[in-house]
């Protein structure tokens, strides 16, 4: 079935190391994904995010891998700082008739420690 | 005011009440979705609309919810007789267009609670 998962649902790092939120994915011919950070009471907020012709793609501070083989997907934030503090959502653009959703992960609460 | 905006912010009414929420998408948009997020968990898809297409609605979880995009730009969705497994708070996005892959901006929400 349709399904975007997270392998951790709680990541606390401390200030200044760099993070790493993981997300599974179910779908081989899923073929562009999003990341996104939420902060308690806001929307969304768009991140970065890759196409599946690509392996990698660099942003500031943040990197974004995809590895189709395994179909996994990761978000990078280099020397994390506390405002990186936030739930990370990763989204996976909806295939075959239902291509213009994204299909949400539960997420990954992201707490850096100062 | 380049964002997406919602509005209300907050609702609270009564069981069995109606609500309207209001989206207003980034000026020249032409996609509009909307999303539930329950407390703690990621987003569940409701509708899409894309310019003058029929909405795809596959994401509406009854026939009490229903949407409304006038005129191509603000967009409306309407619980009838609310229910208290309909409290959430409800995500409006939108993106220049569809397919291709485009990012989705999302607002801040209404978050809805019903007693």
């Known amino acids: 079935g349709e399904s975007v998962g997270l392998h951790l649902p709680t990541l606390s790092v401390q200030e200044g190391d760099n993070s790493i939120i993981n997300c599974a994915y179910s779908?081989?011919?899923?073929?562009?994904f999003i990341w996104y950070k939420q902060e308690s009471g806001k929307g969304p907020q768009f991140i970065i995010d890759?196409?599946?012709?690509?392996d990698k793609r660099q942003g500031q501070r943040v990197t974004v891998l995809l590895n189709k083989t395994v179909k996994h997907l990761s978000l990078q934030i280099a020397a994390t700082q506390p405002g990186d503090s936030a739930v990370y959502f990763c989204?996976?653009?909806?295939?075959?008739?239902?291509?213009?959703?994204?299909?949400f992960g539960t997420g990954t609460l992201l707490a850096v420690q100062p | 005011g380049a964002g997406v905006s919602q509005s209300p912010s907050n609702k609270v009414t009564e069981k069995g009440k109606d609500v309207e929420l209001r989206c207003d998408p980034i000026s020249g948009h032409t996609a509009l979705y909307w999303y539930r997020q329950s407390l703690g968990q990621g987003l569940e898809f409701l509708i899409y609309f894309q310019g003058n297409s029929a909405p795809d609605k596959s994401g509406l979880p009854s026939d009490r919810f229903s949407a409304e995009r006038t005129g191509g730009s603000v967009s409306t969705l309407t619980i009838q007789r609310t229910q208290q497994e309909d409290s959430a708070v409800y995500l409006c996005a939108s993106s220049p267009r569809t397919g291709g892959g485009q990012p989705q901006h999302f607002g801040d929400g209404t978050r809805l609670s019903i007693l």
């Open positions: 890759i196409r599946s012709n690509m």
């Open positions: 989204a996976e653009k909806g295939y075959g008739g239902a291509t213009n959703k994204l299909i």
């Open positions: 779908n081989s011919a899923s073929d562009y």
